[in-house]
């Protein structure tokens, strides 16, 4: 299974910007599908999550401008980001938990490689 993010770049505060990160593989089940995210310096914090369900969870500091969506079918979640703030500059990594894959009994959660977003003023 491996898990490709896209969407990062550079925008200016108050600007939008939308990720996607897909997973490739044989994959049975996602038990949930998530952004994290880590600024220079900073621990790894959760940005958004949302289960096979659709239930969603947001950080405190995201909570009202990001909206986080998945597809089930094409085992790919976005994360739509409005009214940037200098303090979302970070490096975005998309993880997915509980991944069920064909023939196999066991879950195991996967990383994506990250992508950068800056803010800038």
């Known amino acids: 299974v491996q898990l490709q993010a896209s969407g990062g770049g550079s925008v200016q505060a108050g600007g939008s910007l939308r990720l996607s990160c897909t997973a490739s593989?044989?994959?049975?089940?996602?038990?949930?599908m998530g952004w994290y995210r880590q600024a220079p310096g900073k621990r790894r914090e959760l940005v958004a999550t949302i289960t096979n369900l659709g239930v969603t969870t947001y950080g405190m500091s995201v909570e009202g401008r990001f909206t986080i969506s998945g597809e089930n079918a094409k085992n790919t979640v976005y994360l739509q980001m409005t009214t940037l703030r200098l303090e979302d500059t970070a490096v975005y990594y998309c993880?997915?938990?509980?991944?069920?894959?064909?023939?196999?009994?066991?879950?195991?959660?996967?990383w994506g490689q990250g992508t950068q977003v800056t803010v800038s003023s």
């Open positions: 993880g997915f938990k509980g991944v069920k894959v064909q023939g196999n009994n066991f879950k195991y959660d996967y």
């Open positions: 593989g044989s994959i049975s089940s996602i038990n949930e």
